[in-house]
């Protein structure tokens, strides 16, 4: 059987879908994160490819990556905005390869799933394929964060979100 992965955080902040949502000229904490992760979005963009980069280095695979399952916080000691990933409850260790989730092609949020795993559906999916997929979902999250909206307005398809998803793919 599967071992669950436990992690113990301090307090995470607040999530980047919260933190994008705050008008810039409005006030308080998430109002002030919002406008420093505005302002330096390289910089952050790097946080969080270097995040899933770790994460994949500590043969992790997310499987979840989306804005809510990001969060931001300002560390008073370092004088700097902290970013981490949080919810790894869909998240597979590649040292238990051969675990459910790992296998698992449809688990996560619709909107953020490679569909590269939903095609393959009788083809065992390689680590590779799985570290792929975080990136995507990466990249979808970034979409969002600097459009407002998911990809699915560039194809004219509002259906069903895994409908969606294999319509990409035919």
């Known amino acids: 059987s599967m071992k669950p992965i436990n992690f113990v955080m301090p307090f995470a902040g607040y999530?980047?879908?919260?933190?994008?949502?705050?008008n810039?000229?409005?006030?308080?904490t998430r109002a002030i994160m919002h406008n420093l992760f505005i302002n330096n979005?390289?910089?952050?963009?790097?946080?969080l490819i270097l995040g899933v980069i770790k994460m994949h280095n500590n043969r992790i695979i997310n499987h979840d990556i989306k804005q809510k399952n990001i969060m931001l916080n300002w560390d008073k000691e370092l004088n700097q905005m902290i970013v981490r990933y949080i919810d790894f409850g869909l998240s597979c260790d590649i040292d238990n390869y051969n675990?459910?989730?790992c296998k698992k092609r449809y688990e996560g949020t619709p909107m953020y799933i490679d569909p590269i795993l939903i095609s393959k559906t009788d083809i065992d999916i390689t680590f590779d394929e799985l570290k792929y997929s975080d990136i995507w979902?990466?990249?979808?999250?970034?979409?969002?964060?600097?459009?407002?909206?998911?990809p699915i307005h560039l194809?004219?398809?509002?259906?069903?979100?895994?409908k969606y998803i294999k319509n990409l793919m035919n």
């Open 99 to 101: 675990s459910d989730n």
């Open 155 to 162: 194809f004219n398809y509002y259906d069903d979100n895994v």
């Open 24 to 28: 810039r000229k409005a006030s308080g």
């Open 137 to 150: 979902s990466l990249g979808i999250t970034i979409f969002v964060m600097l459009s407002g909206s998911y």
């Open 41 to 47: 979005l390289p910089v952050y963009f790097k946080h």
């Open 15 to 22: 999530s980047l879908s919260s933190v994008m949502k705050i």
